[in-house]
């Protein structure tokens, strides 16, 4: 079984690959093979870190098999038949969508107030949502595709608790199965119409959006430690300023504006990659700032849904992808990079 996990991901990134030049994608298979050098490297760290007997050596190898697993299936996905990348980003709006309904609590708080009292019927319309969002996406409705959740879900949800008479813990109740529409429906939902601008579109957002989270973690792993060698500077001091302390006591505003500033050195780096629009070409400068934006939006991401395995008591939203935690844990700064890398495109390039 450990040899399936080890050799399966290799042999569907190799498939992507085939398909991919036989496609002339050259610009996906410059990324592939920046991400396969990526895994290659950790895959190397985590053998040197288990003859080193290293204290983390156990949690670096799992999250470099995950990584393998999840760059393997997403790749197959893109590089494959568009109806594909449709089903797999449908799925992953789906299992996003049950694992956040998985992770709110139901019942009284321990306050005695009403708590989330989970409204079935609602939590179906957010499911039933997803295929008829994909379906908009994939015949290339974007005039429903872009009123379908905010418009017509939005007021559809209040209404089912009116036909079923509800009263007692309605505002939070609806408040929760809103969110799910808009986090896990609606804004993840725009990688499905990311596919119809291009698939190097939606791999430009994904790459970016998950080096962000990397350099991010590494970035303020860093200045801690050049902080903790000059405790008494003022560098420490504005180096240990944290964004919200109270939601994620690692997070400095120090290291979320330089992983954003490299993001922005990332896309710049990715402009000769990307294909050619309607309007013309990616310019340098609108690649620092969509760089920049999905730097900023990415780390709001992050903390935006920290904030919420606070309020639910929970470190992880699963168990799902080992040395990761949840499906969420993997797609909170996507939740919020996607709409903002489509729309950004879509009104500047088309």
């Excluded at 399966?8 to 396969?36: C, D, K, N, Q």
């Excluded at 590089?79 to 449709?86: E, G, L, N, P, Q």
């Excluded at 319309?125 to 017509?152: G, K, Q």
């Excluded at 969509?290 to 780390?299: A, D, H, R, T």
Aim: hydrophobic residues 55%; charged residues 15%.
């Amino acid at each position: 079984m450990n040899a399936i996990k080890l050799l399966v991901p290799p042999v569907l990134i190799a498939a992507s690959g085939w398909g991919l030049a036989h496609r002339g994608e050259t610009g996906m298979l410059v990324i592939l093979g920046i991400l396969l050098g990526v895994l290659v490297f950790f895959s190397g760290l985590s053998l040197v870190l288990k003859v080193r007997r290293a204290a983390m050596v156990d949690e670096i190898a799992q999250r470099t098999i995950t990584w393998w697993w999840m760059v393997a299936v997403f790749m197959l996905a893109v590089a494959t038949h568009k109806i594909v990348s449709f089903v797999f980003l449908g799925l992953l709006c789906l299992a996003s969508l049950r694992e956040y309904y998985a992770l709110v609590p139901e019942g009284p708080d321990a306050d005695g107030s009403p708590g989330v009292a989970k409204d079935r019927p609602s939590m179906w319309l957010s499911y039933l949502a997803v295929p008829v969002v994909a379906w908009a996406a994939y015949a290339e409705w974007y005039e429903l595709f872009i009123i379908l959740v905010p418009v017509y879900g939005f007021l559809l949800v209040p209404i089912l608790f009116v036909l079923q008479d509800k009263t007692r813990g309605a505002i939070r109740s609806m408040g929760v199965v809103v969110l799910g529409f808009m986090f896990f429906v609606f804004s993840l939902g725009h990688a499905l119409f990311m596919i119809n601008i291009g698939a190097m579109v939606l791999l430009y957002c994904f790459t970016l959006t998950e080096a962000r989270d990397l350099l991010s973690y590494w970035i303020g792993k860093g200045l801690a430690r050049w902080a903790d060698a000059r405790p008494e500077s003022a560098t420490a001091r504005v180096l240990r300023h944290r964004v919200a302390p109270s939601i994620s006591p690692n997070k400095t505003w120090a290291a979320g504006i330089a992983a954003a500033v490299c993001t922005a050195g990332l896309s710049l780096g990715l402009v000769p990659l990307m294909p050619e629009f309607p309007d013309g070409r990616f310019d340098y400068w609108f690649a620092a700032v969509l760089g920049l934006l999905i730097g900023w939006v990415g780390l709001m991401g992050d903390l935006v849904f920290s904030m919420v395995k606070r309020d639910v008591g929970t470190k992880d939203s699963g168990k799902l992808l080992p040395g990761h935690g949840g499906i969420i844990d993997r797609v909170d700064s996507l939740i919020f990079t996607v709409p903002i890398t489509f729309h950004m495109i879509f009104w500047v390039c088309f």
